[in-house]
Every structure is written in structure tokens, then in C-alpha cells.
């Protein structure tokens, strides 16, 4: 079962970078670079998303595809940015 | 793990070998002449500022693939000391590799300690970028202003521009701008026109040399809220880097004063007799820059330049209709503040920026270094 946090990325991205065309597979490993879904300017958009989103703090370095490629990879990013926050 | 850091001396081949193939669309190596000018304009700016750097993406291998150059701008606003940075080149090498690197880059350089962010020369894809972290298109910085001088010469020199043999149309196009000159004189303002109160002396233009410059800089922009905090030092090395643009033509100074010796502006455009000139930069006195412009449409005209371009500035708009001035857009002129009552001095024309007080005066945009 999709987690909260996952649901929220997925509706996201849909909205965002698949205007709203829910047909789409868009699976949780779909590479969002490999299928042209976002670029350096929607990247900036879904940072900017998380970020205020989720009430985390995204460093430079941790814009790389091994964070943002997929729902998955954002999902568990996101979700070890918050646990990084409930342990500080 | 791929990373920005700040451009560093060692770092100035890659640039300048991007430079080449990204930005001048060439396969010829980069000369000693752009990789010394590299280094001398990103890492000792006129208005160095240790915490304002330009910076670069390196993969992961160590190897640089991306570039943003930072040019520190100290701006004044009522007396309080501002400090600005304007983003100039920024490029990516091997976007399918590194699909985030130019994110980073905008990032990382809007997240430095400057009071604004600007960029005169944003293509789209950049234009969204910065919009998308919250930043502020000015549109009447963004368009480019075309006065047509000769029409005909006009249509030759663009199709010479896009198709190079149809440079042998210009000798053509020079006897068909004389006959429709001819054919316009005591009708309506026509192209090359001159206003009447030009025609009767009010107003006369003399070259000016860097010193002259120096003096009026301030001086005519002192009635912008927001300005550069000119410094001498940094104005003239700014007015040395602008003294050449040779893929424009050769550079013009001139100031324009009344019958008594007052100067009310200054012009500096670069061109050749034949081609379009490229203006970098107008100043004027409140209420005089009818005046100043048609003073320069009118020398350029005597110089045989078919049309002049250049970049818009709110204060010069209202004097600009009725002159026979078209305008377009090329690239967008944009602000990023945490502050929104500066993005209002923006919005409202009362910021002096573009020109000078951008990134036009260096020679990365228009000179060769052969």
C-alpha cells in the first residue's frame, strides 16, 4: 500500500509533468529522466515541491538522479530526509 | 559524487573549450586570448567579492561539465549599500549525462549571499528555470529595440547575416536607400530622420574618452533609485573591457551636449558602415532622451549603418515611440529577491540595470579572441 508520502509525489508528478493524464503507466521504478518526464527545469519544480511539501531542506548534493530518478527513489529519499529530522 | 564547487584557474581549458563548442557553435579550439580573458573576468571581476564566485559542476570522475559565471555588482538604494550578482554564462556540457547539472548551478548560485540575483541574457530553457525558483521576468528589461536606418540595406545585411553570399546584394541595396530618401524628404519623420530641434543645433555630439565616461556614468544614472555603486576603479575597468566588439564593428563614444556645453547623455553602440550596430548603452537626463537618441540614430546614420539594435530600458520607452522603433524579444532580463519590495524598483522601471549595470560590457558578447 502506497505510504502517504508516495501518494503525494505520484499525484505530483502526474499533475506536473503528465498534466494530469492518469493513463500513463507510471510505475514507482519508471525512470522519470529515461522517459523525458523531467528536466533541469522540473527538477527545480519538484524540489521546490518537496522541500515545502515535506518541511525538509534539500542540499545541492542531493540532487542526483540516485535521489529523484523515480517515485521509489524519491520516496525513500524523502522519507530518510524525515527521519533524519525526527532523530535531530 | 558529482558536486559544485567554485571555479578555479585549473578549471579555465574545460570552460573555455565549452565556451567554444556550446555557446560560439565552433570546433575550433579555444586561443590563449579567451582562456587569459576567462580567468581574468570570473576570477577577478571589476567588482570582486569573495563570496560572490562563479561555479562549475564536476562529475563524479573529477572531470568539469558545467559552468555559471558570477559577476559581482555592488548597487546602491537610498544610500544603503546592496549587493548584487549577475549570472552571465551559464552552460552544460553532456546534458543526457548530467540531466541536473544546470539546475544545480542555478541553485547553488541563487542561494549565495548577494541581495539580488540578475541576468540580462536568459534563453528559454534558462528562463524557465529561473522561474521556477521563484524569480521575477521584467519584460520591459527583456525586449530589444531595431530602428530600421535603411531599409533596403536593412534587408541586405540580415540576408548577408543568415546567407553570406547574399553580401553581394548590398551594393544594390545603397542606391535604393538614396532614392527612397529622396522621395521621402519633406513629408512625414522618415527613416534617417533627424527631429527639428536637432536640425536647428540645439544639441551636438563629441567623442568621449574613458575619463569623460567616468564622469557621466554616475552622474546620469544618479536619478535611479536602485543603481550600481559605481566605484572608479571598477567603472573604468568595466568601460576598458567594452572598448572592444569586433564581431560588431567598431566601437562609438560619443556624448551628446546643449549649445552651452551641458551634457544631457551618452550613447556607446558598435558598427561598420553597411551593418546593423549593436548599442550596449543610452543615457540621458530626465526629459532629454528624445534628444540623446536622435542624436545617435542621426550619427549612425552619417556612418552608414543601415539600423541600430539594442536593449530596452524602461526610462528610455516613452521617448522611443514616435521614433520609428520596433522592438522584439531575444532574451529575457530577470530578478531574484528574498525581498519583494526590490522586485517592485524592478517592475516599476526605477532600477538601473541592463548595459553597465549587467553583463553586456564584457567582451564575451561580441568581441573575438583570435
Known amino acids: 500500500m502506497a505510504s502517504s508520502v508516495e501518494t503525494a509525489i505520484r499525484a505530483f508528478i502526474v499533475e506536473n509533468f503528465l498534466f494530469g493524464d492518469e493513463s500513463y503507466k507510471l510505475t514507482g521504478e519508471t525512470s522519470l529522466i529515461d522517459n523525458d518526464l523531467i528536466d533541469s527545469t522540473g527538477i527545480l519544480e519538484l524540489v521546490t515541491f518537496l522541500e515545502e511539501r515535506f518541511s525538509i531542506r534539500i542540499a545541492d548534493a542531493d540532487i542526483v538522479p540516485a535521489n529523484l530518478d523515480s517515485i521509489a527513489r524519491i520516496d525513500a529519499f524523502v522519507n530518510a530526509k524525515l527521519g533524519e529530522s525526527a532523530a535531530a | ?370
Open chain 2, 1 to 370: 559524487m558529482s558536486e559544485i564547487r567554485p571555479f578555479a584557474a585549473a578549471d579555465i581549458p574545460k570552460v573555455a573549450d565549452m565556451f567554444q563548442r556550446i555557446l560560439r557553435k565552433t570546433d575550433r579550439p579555444a586561443t590563449p586570448s579567451l582562456k587569459a580573458y576567462l580567468g581574468e573576468l570570473f576570477l577577478d571581476p571589476p567588482d570582486f567579492d569573495p563570496d560572490i564566485v562563479s561555479l562549475v559542476h564536476v562529475r563524479a570522475d573529477g572531470s568539469v561539465s558545467g559552468f555559471l559565471g558570477a559577476l559581482p555588482m555592488p548597487m546602491e538604494l537610498n544610500g544603503m549599500r546592496l549587493r548584487a550578482a549577475v549570472c552571465g554564462t551559464m552552460m552544460v556540457d553532456g546534458h543526457a549525462e548530467d540531466p541536473f547539472a544546470g539546475a544545480r548551478l542555478l541553485r547553488a548560485f541563487l542561494a549565495g549571499p548577494q541581495d539580488l540575483s540578475l541576468t540580462e541574457t536568459a534563453n528559454d530553457v534558462s528562463t524557465a528555470m529561473w522561474r521556477k525558483m521563484r524569480a521575477t521576468v521584467l519584460p520591459d528589461y527583456s525586449l530589444e529595440w531595431l530602428r530600421v536606418i535603411r531599409p533596403a540595406g536593412f534587408a541586405a545585411a540580415l540576408a548577408a547575416s543568415r546567407f553570406g553570399a547574399a553580401a553581394m546584394l548590398a551594393p544594390l541595396a545603397r542606391p535604393l536607400d538614396a532614392f527612397l530618401h529622396r522621395q521621402g524628404k519633406g513629408t512625414e519623420p522618415q527613416w534617417s530622420h533627424v527631429a527639428p530641434e536637432n536640425q536647428n543645433g540645439a544639441f551636438s555630439d563629441t567623442e568621449a574618452d574613458a575619463e569623460r565616461l567616468l564622469e557621466l556614468f554616475p552622474a546620469l544614472t544618479a536619478n535611479f533609485p536602485m543603481r550600481p555603486q559605481w566605484q572608479a576603479e571598477t567603472l573604468r575597468a568595466r568601460i576598458a573591457h567594452a572598448t572592444r566588439k569586433a564581431n560588431y564593428g567598431d566601437g562609438i563614444r560619443r556624448v551628446v551636449s546643449t549649445r552651452d556645453g551641458r551634457a544631457i547623455g551618452l550613447f556607446i553602440y558598435y558598427g561598420n558602415k553597411g551593418g546593423i550596430g549593436r548599442v550596449v548603452q543610452i543615457l540621458a537626463a530626465p526629459g532629454q532622451e528624445g534628444a540623446v537618441i536622435d542624436r545617435m540614430i542621426d550619427h549612425a546614420a552619417r556612418r552608414g549603418l543601415v539600423a541600430l539594435r539594442g536593449r530596452v530600458q524602461p526610462a528610455l520607452l516613452d521617448a522611443m515611440m514616435g521614433r520609428r522603433i520596433g522592438f522584439l524579444h531575444a532574451s529575457s532580463s530577470i530578478v531574484h529577491t528574498r525581498d519583494p519590495a526590490l522586485i517592485d524598483l524592478f517592475r516599476s522601471g526605477k532600477a538601473f540595470f541592463n548595459g553597465f549595470a549587467g553583463e553586456s560590457w564584457a567582451r564575451l558578447i561580441g568581441d573575438r579572441f583570435d
